[in-house]
């Protein structure tokens, strides 16, 4: 067999090989999140709309036990996720709009910031790189801008959409840019410890009535 084609053929393979894994890992994380149910009927309203689990709950102990199993395929899935998101057409940001607003306090800290602790639920719901950034930005309205500023912006948030766009900066680490409008985010993410290292927020400037 001709080697080029063999190249290509093995090419084709990996990427529908890869592709199939990671429809199969959606599947089984789908799958998981929807048993979940069953476990949460055992808590009362309060303790579920509070988030307020221990880590001794074994609500938590079955998310551990899940990305203890899976840390190759979770770490797949979050390149994957990110990769979606590489030049996006749609995708824009005029920063000249913006302004950098002081985020610091958090930012100098991210290394002692574990949410982890607080909220263990978040294992599971950071599980996706674009739903750790979104909750920076929530972290931003909520100690910066108030209870009604905060509802307001999640009301928002859930009526519209963010734009979206990643670059890989090396071979662990992306660039994620997400721009809700009012408010845009800048992350580094890093794929080998699974999180955000780095968070810049830039809040628009004025508001143009439509």
Known sequence: MNKTYLIIVLSVFIVFYSYGQEKEFERELNKFRYNLNYELEKYDDEKIYKLNFSKNDSLIVLIDHFISENKGKIKTHREHILESYEDNPDFKFDITAYEKVDFSEINN??????????????????????????????????????????????????????????????????????????????????????????????????????
């Open 109 to 210: 800290n991210l290394d002692d910031f574990n949410l982890d602790a607080n909220v263990p639920l978040s294992k599971l719901l950071w599980i996706d790189p674009i739903t750790e950034v979104s909750t920076f930005k929530t972290i931003y309205y909520s100690r910066n801008r108030g209870a009604v500023k905060l509802a307001v912006f999640n009301t928002k948030a859930n009526i519209t959409s963010s734009l979206i766009k990643t670059r890989q900066l090396n071979n662990h680490q992306w660039e994620i840019i997400d721009n809700s409008y009012d408010i845009v985010g800048r992350f580094i993410y890093d794929l080998n410890k699974g999180k955000v290292t780095n968070v810049e927020i830039f809040e628009r400037k004025t508001k143009t009535p439509r």
